[in-house]
């Protein structure tokens, strides 16, 4: 049985349909970080492929036309961004990214990293335009890449400390092999913050 999910207070504002269809793009951009990878990460943000068609696919009681309107109107208030960063000028494929508001909707309601999963997605594997991305090997980010995410949560972290300390490490954390450099910046976030004279970080 296919059972969707969506957030109270966005059905609120723009009904359950725009709702439902916010909340499974941010679980699917939350299932893509976790997994990591340079393919679904551009300008500091991370991307999930769809279509229109494919997205009303995934919502099979949604008519295109209705899913344009409603990603129309989730663009126009910034909760959602619509981009083509394929690698050819002539590549429309569509990519979203949901606005890291919306994206603690999609964790449990105690904080923790885990996900609520909602409909087909409840596999480990992400699902863009009726394609599975499989679970791929964990790909280091560059200085640059952890520069503009520290950008992004305005922290004070440096990135060449940040991926000099890692890479003599090997990329592992204690003996266990890390599977996203962002939860490790934000361990970092943390312990700067309420340890400000302490660098032994994980």
């Given at each position: 049985?296919?059972?969707?999910s969506?957030?109270?207070?966005?059905?609120?504002?723009?009904?359950?349909?725009?709702a439902?269809?916010?909340?499974?793009?941010?679980?699917l951009?939350?299932?893509?970080?976790?997994?990591?990878?340079?393919?679904?990460?551009?300008?500091g943000?991370?991307?999930?492929?769809h279509?229109?068609?494919?997205?009303?696919?995934?919502?099979?009681?949604?008519?295109?036309?209705?899913?344009?309107?409603?990603?129309?109107?989730?663009?126009?208030l910034?909760?959602v961004?619509?981009?083509?960063y394929?690698?050819?000028?002539?590549?429309?494929t569509?990519?979203?990214s949901?606005?890291?508001?919306?994206?603690?909707?999609?964790?449990s309601?105690?904080?923790?990293?885990?996900?609520?999963?909602?409909?087909?997605?409840?596999?480990?594997?992400?699902?863009?335009?009726?394609?599975?991305?499989?679970?791929?090997?964990?790909?280091?980010p560059?200085?640059?890449?952890?520069?503009a995410y520290?950008?992004e949560?305005k922290?004070?972290i440096?990135?060449d400390?940040?991926?000099?300390h890692?890479?003599t490490?090997?990329?592992?954390?204690?003996?266990?092999k890390i599977?996203?450099?962002?939860?490790?910046?934000?361990?970092?976030?943390?312990?700067?913050t309420?340890?400000p004279?302490t660098?032994s970080?994980?």
């Amino acid at each position: 049985m296919t059972v969707h999910s969506f957030n109270v207070d966005v059905a609120k504002d723009l009904g359950i349909n725009a709702a439902v269809v916010l909340y499974n793009l941010a679980y699917l951009q939350t299932q893509r970080e976790s997994q990591g990878g340079d393919d679904f990460y551009h300008e500091g943000k991370w991307w999930v492929r769809h279509s229109y068609d494919s997205l009303s696919q995934h919502h099979s009681y949604l008519s295109v036309p209705q899913i344009k309107r409603i990603m129309f109107k989730l663009e126009e208030l910034g909760h959602v961004t619509k981009s083509y960063y394929g690698k050819n000028p002539w590549d429309r494929t569509t990519y979203w990214s949901v606005a890291p508001v919306f994206l603690h909707s999609t964790k449990s309601s105690d904080a923790s990293d885990g996900i609520v999963p909602s409909h087909s997605t409840k596999s480990s594997d992400v699902q863009h335009d009726n394609n599975t991305i499989t679970k791929g090997r964990f790909s280091p980010p560059s200085v640059e890449q952890v520069k503009a995410y520290c950008q992004e949560r305005k922290n004070s972290i440096s990135p060449d400390d940040f991926v000099n300390h890692y890479e003599t490490n090997g990329w592992m954390r204690g003996k266990t092999k890390i599977k996203c450099w962002k939860a490790c910046v934000r361990t970092w976030e943390k312990n700067s913050t309420t340890k400000p004279t302490t660098r032994s970080f994980l």
